[in-house]
């Protein structure tokens, strides 16, 4: 992934997470291109309630995965989601917190900046 790439600000893209190492491309930052038919580009502070809500709908983020190197995640962990599970979570009372800075702005064609805005730590 050479092309830099935006935020929803209009900015570079900041890394989201790095301890666990999240990306579509496992490189810390919500990037995506043509391959990524998830759109990992949406930076999260899950919780619990959130994590919950993923492996109810056959996404378990929880559990650790040794054989991928995925330790699994716990409440305050940032992670790069998929911005249509996101919206899901949204829909249904469960959307974490997230980072603008950090969110790609790719997300904006899934989801409307206003409700990111709602849930963004860290509003400029």
């Not at 190197?69 to 949204?90: Q, V």
Request: glycine content about 6%.
């Amino acid at each position: 992934m050479k092309a830099k790439q935006i935020n929803v600000y209009g900015d570079l893209i900041e890394e989201c997470c790095s301890n666990p190492i999240t990306g579509f491309y496992r490189d810390g930052f919500c990037r995506t291109d043509e391959l990524d038919r998830g759109l990992h580009v949406v930076c999260a502070k899950v919780t619990d309630e959130f994590l919950d809500f993923s492996k109810s709908r056959g996404n378990d983020l929880s559990t650790p995965r040794p054989e991928f190197n995925f330790p699994g995640l716990k409440e305050g962990d940032s992670w790069c989601l998929c911005a249509e599970r996101w919206k899901e979570a949204y829909e249904s009372g469960f959307a974490p917190k997230i980072y603008l800075n950090r969110t790609n702005k790719k997300a904006l064609s899934v989801i409307d900046i206003d409700i990111l805005k709602e849930f963004a730590l860290d509003l400029i």
